[in-house]
């Protein structure tokens, strides 16, 4: 098992939490459809008005220093903090892999995320929307996934949220099994419940044709 920490994402994380927007997007095969930036992601995560938030899987110190001492044959520098992990520095090759990317804090990669966002439903009050929930190819398997769902929820149940929901595509299937494993309902199966989406062409179209030619109504705002 890998030894990791989940933490509450910070501005630091942006360019890493892009990157794995990035890669959840491509590996649902919607690549193209990812328009924002990462000036979106510290806009909308951290910003004034701050719409989503995210959690954040990080590879331990210890972790690291044994995956590059496997990973190389020779002494290396361990690119993150030092003291962390005792291994002798002496750079004598470029790093190898995304070990010391230098992304995350004091160098760390990230390997996953959970971006979520808190709702309000008229039945049973708050409630809390996951958008975005992945874990890098590589560190799949190790529990990490399992802890960051966890965590998500205590972050739920302490915001006094009456349920968690989101999405799955239906082919997804390895997903739909491993979060039926732990106890959610498939809301489209059990309620014949679908998601619908206005996309902004169609909203504009809306507001045009139906406003333009509203009568007898304040439309004014
Ligand atoms: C779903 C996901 C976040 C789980 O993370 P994880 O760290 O691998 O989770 P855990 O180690 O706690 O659990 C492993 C289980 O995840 C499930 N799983 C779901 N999708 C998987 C995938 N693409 N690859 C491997 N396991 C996957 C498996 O059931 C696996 O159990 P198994 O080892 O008995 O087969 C991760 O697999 C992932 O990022 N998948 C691709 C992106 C995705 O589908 N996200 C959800 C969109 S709704």
Partial sequence: MASFNIRKATPKDCQDLMRMIKELAAYLNKADEVVITVNDVEKYLFGEKRLAEALVAELSAEEICQRIEGERTQKEECRFDK??????????????????????????????????????????????????????????????????????????????????????????????????????CDLTEQDGKHVLLMDRKDMEKCVAETLASATGSDVSS
Wanted: contains cysteine.
């Fill in 83 to 184: 003291g962390d992990c005792g291994i002798e520095k002496s750079i004598e090759t470029e790093p190898v892999s995304h070990f010391a990317s230098g992304s995350g804090h004091a160098g760390r990669p990230l390997v996953g995320y959970a971006l979520y966002f808190y709702n309000f439903h008229t039945w049973y009050g708050p409630y809390c929307f996951i958008m975005d929930f992945y874990v890098t190819e590589e560190w799949r398997r190790n529990g990490i996934g399992s802890v960051l769902w966890a965590k998500i929820i205590q972050e739920a149940l302490s915001m006094r949220c009456s349920n968690v929901t989101w999405e799955v595509y239906d082919w997804n299937k390895r997903s739909m099994d491993y979060y039926k494993r732990k106890g959610a």
